[in-house]
């Protein structure tokens, strides 16, 4: 059906940044949002930044305003997220959500990707 393959993510000090791709491949018609997600450890997974399928509409959580960047390249299927001035705070495992519609089915999916560490030493 659908693939997920994200990258970018490592051990950096604050204040740097960081730049995660997540690449979507397989049957796909058209994908619609796109989000990045984050889980820490002991902590529920929280919405990061999203983007509408036009690239024109985009969310942020507030901890991450002014800091992070979602945008996307539709001809590559692929959603980014740059993080900058990054925080020993948003060390976690960072998640692609994807929506899309698959060849021959009318319904929405949502996938997920594999996750990446992100990890931000003070």
């Known amino acids: 059906q659908v693939q997920l393959v994200e990258s970018g993510g490592g051990l950096v000090q604050a204040g740097e940044s960081l730049r995660l791709s997540c690449a979507a491949s397989g049957s796909i018609f058209s994908i619609d949002a796109m989000d990045w997600y984050r889980q820490a450890p002991g902590k529920e997974r929280e919405l990061v930044a999203a983007i509408t399928s036009g690239g024109a509409n985009t969310n942020y959580a507030d901890s991450v305003k002014g800091r992070f960047t979602i945008s996307r390249d539709n001809a590559k299927n692929t959603v980014y997220l740059q993080m900058n001035s990054l925080k020993p705070e948003d060390t976690a495992v960072y998640y692609c959500?994807?929506?899309?519609?698959?060849?021959?089915?009318?319904?929405?999916?949502?996938?997920w990707g594999q996750g990446t560490q992100v990890t931000v030493s003070s």
């Open positions: 959500n994807v929506k899309a519609f698959i060849r021959g089915r009318p319904e929405l999916f949502s996938y």
